[in-house]
């Protein structure tokens, strides 16, 4: 599946922004969908993650409470909401879709990835 993230910006800490990630090709419906995100000199780390149904979510612990994955199959697109946006949510945001899968926060269980969107945070 390709997919495309879209929605990125500039915000200052503890405004909201929603990023986007439209997919094409195959079978959205059936495909696991998950954020990761990169800041500068960091590895690329998990996020959300959200089942084919959209019956599940999960949260990295530092976004818990803030941050919101939901999908619309009809659309092809999941979202991620974010709220109360700090400084260290700075990085580049990327869409990933799984077919099939056992841990939803390790990077190896996702086969197709987006080309990613930035996100600052100011203070």
């Known amino acids: 599946v390709q997919l495309q993230a879209f929605g990125g910006g500039s915000v200052q800490a503890g405004g909201s922004l929603r990023v986007s990630c439209a997919a094409s090709g195959r079978t959205f419906s059936r495909y696991h969908m998950a954020w990761f995100r990169q800041a500068p000199g960091n590895e690329r780390e998990f996020v959300a993650a959200?089942?084919?149904?959209?019956?599940?979510?999960y949260y990295a612990d530092s976004v818990k409470g803030r941050f919101t994955i939901s999908r619309d199959n009809a659309k092809n697109t999941v979202y991620l909401q974010m709220n109360s946006l700090k400084p260290e949510d700075t990085a580049v945001y990327y869409c990933?879709?799984?077919?099939?899968?056992?841990?939803?926060?390790?990077?190896?269980?996702?086969?197709?990835w987006g080309q990613g969107t930035q996100v600052t945070v100011s203070s």
């Open positions: 959200i089942t084919w149904s959209g019956g599940s979510t």
């Open positions: 990933a879709a799984s077919y099939g899968i056992s841990d939803y926060r390790l990077r190896r269980e996702y086969d197709d």
